[in-house]
């Protein structure tokens, strides 16, 4: 009995230390990234890199940030709930990657923007310009404020809690660290961090998966599925009903990869840093196909880990499995040091992008930051009179809108504490059903059609359509018999899509903003 006490003891002793150490160790090799990537400190480099960024560095990161820490938690602890069906919405995202790679991107190229929503200015106006930014900020806020909710709670339940620290303190210090690396490089030094984040990601799950695979004394994955207590069925072809049938996730998943990415600044703005479009292009296509087996293996690891819970009597499931597994210790403290570096890495690979591409959006869709001259003067469009007014020096002006965004952040992530939610991810779906759908109907209208819109009208538009999915959301069942799950995101593009046009008039309009 004491012999095993002391073991505990020395156990948690050795947790801390290391969880220093990592931690420290971690954000070491970010920061001499950082100063290795700066460059000049121009808006050029911060927001596009010059765009001579390596189209295939660009997709190995890109796996990183697609995933981030809540795939890391939430997908495998969703197995227990939705078994593997989630692969079904995966396999969506392909023709959505598709639809990028050959409509979307060309467009952007084309029109050489910083700022993806700077479309909707040239299509339609300054006021569906600045809604289509403004969801888009709402949109990322949220995203990022969930995936970095996740990392500074395990970080606490795991270290900072037993030091006395509180959970704001923790939040916190989580945010300066990624401010302290993403401050100067901006795209850059993203891309960079994020191979490397993407890397220790990778090999966490992969060691995690061998370590239990072992442990349990498996043979082969086909026995390590038959001998799973759980059913882990991938499709289901019969009853539309049901929310799990195949077209249901397939189509959403189709239109959730073409709104949280093509629509997307933060993951559309590493595509616009490639050195051209057919870059941009591979880069997407490679994603798509990597996506598929990356979340399988995530999927596979969530059935690894509710049997080793099971056969081991570990009380837990959701967002808390992988964490209270880790917490127990028996997988031993090399595979506690892989589950900090790959948790850490998940969440920020996300959450540094996030921060860079919301201080892009901001200076270039808020702010109207445009040009920059030889003496790094920073000039803002008036967007009514098109005149130019030199204000600050850009160095200055872009640093303080990052912060600004980061303490913005942090107030965010108290509040998702504070209405915390056992599945983020499937909090997270449920939300980009509502911001991302006025962005769907707003580029859909503006790819499809050639007809001219009321630019006034559009901020009423874009509220009234996720206020009217919402209630249908609610009496779904009464109305028509059928309950919506993900495809919210549909429903709400469509009725964005539909009010456009009723304050549209027929227009000829140039080719450059067609499909």
């Not at 028996?330 to 959450?351: D, K, N, R, T």
């Not at 270039?364 to 803002?380: C, G, R, T």
């Not at 980009?432 to 580029?443: I, K, Q």
Request: hydrophobic fraction near 50%.
């Amino acid at each position: 009995m004491k012999y095993e006490l002391f073991v505990v003891t020395i156990f948690l002793i050795m947790t801390e230390l290391l969880t220093i150490l990592v931690l420290f160790t971690y954000f070491l090799f970010l920061y001499l990234i950082s100063r290795l990537t700066k460059g000049n400190e121009d808006n050029d480099t911060f927001f596009l890199g010059k765009r001579k960024s390596p189209w295939f560095i660009v997709a190995y990161g890109m796996i990183g940030v697609s995933l981030s820490g809540i795939t890391f938690l939430s997908v495998p602890g969703w197995v227990k709930e939705q078994e593997f069906f989630y692969m079904q919405m995966v396999l969506g995202y392909i023709p959505g990657y598709l639809f990028i790679s050959y409509v979307l991107l060309p467009i952007y190229y084309r029109m050489k923007v910083y700022s993806i929503y700077e479309y909707l200015k040239e299509r339609f106006g300054y006021y569906s310009h600045k809604s289509g930014s403004a969801y888009f900020f709402l949109s990322r806020i949220l995203g990022a404020s969930l995936r970095l909710f996740l990392v500074a709670e395990v970080l606490q339940l795991i270290f900072f809690q037993k030091l006395g620290i509180p959970f704001f303190v923790t939040t916190l210090f989580t945010i300066f660290l990624i401010w302290l690396y993403t401050h100067r490089g901006g795209i850059k030094t993203i891309i960079w961090t994020d191979t490397l984040q993407t890397t220790f990601m990778l090999l966490t799950v992969l060691i995690c998966i061998y370590t239990i695979f072992s442990d349990l004394g498996y043979t082969s994955i086909k026995h390590s599925i038959e001998s799973n207590h759980l059913s882990l069925n991938v499709f289901m072809f019969d009853n539309f009903n049901n929310s799990r049938n195949f077209f249901r996730y397939f189509f959403a998943g189709m239109f959730i990869a073409i709104a949280m990415t093509g629509l997307d600044q933060d993951m559309m703005q590493k595509n616009l840093s490639c050195k051209d479009l057919r870059g941009a292009q591979k880069n997407m296509i490679w994603l798509s196909i990597i996506l598929v087996f990356v979340n399988l293996v995530f999927l596979y690891l969530g059935a690894m880990l509710y049997q080793y819970a099971f056969i081991n009597n570990i009380n837990a499931s959701g967002d808390q499995l992988f964490v209270e597994i880790i917490r127990v210790g028996e997988l031993g403290l090399f595979v506690f040091i892989l589950f900090l570096l790959g948790l850490m890495s998940a969440a920020y690979s996300s959450a540094d992008s996030a921060l860079t591409s919301l201080t892009t959006s901001f200076c270039i869709d808020f702010l109207n930051m445009k040009k920059v001259n030889k003496n790094a003067e920073l000039f803002f469009i008036d967007s009514k009179s098109n005149s130019k007014k030199l204000i600050i020096r850009t160095s200055i002006s872009r640093k303080r809108v990052h912060i600004f965004i980061s303490f913005l952040l942090f107030l965010v992530i108290l509040l998702v504490k504070y209405l915390n939610d056992d599945s983020i991810i499937s909090t997270l779906f449920t939300l980009a059903g509502y911001t991302y759908g006025p962005l769907l109907g707003l580029f859909a209208f503006g790819l499809f059609t050639k007809r001219k819109i009321n630019d006034s009208y559009v901020p009423y538009i874009v509220i009234i359509s996720p206020l009217l999915t919402y209630i249908l959301s609610i009496y779904d069942i009464y109305l028509i018999g059928f309950d919506f799950s993900y495809e919210l995101l549909i429903i709400n593009g469509i009725i964005t899509f539909l009010g456009l046009y009723f304050i549209s008039i027929k227009n000829k309009l140039s080719s450059s903003f067609l499909i």
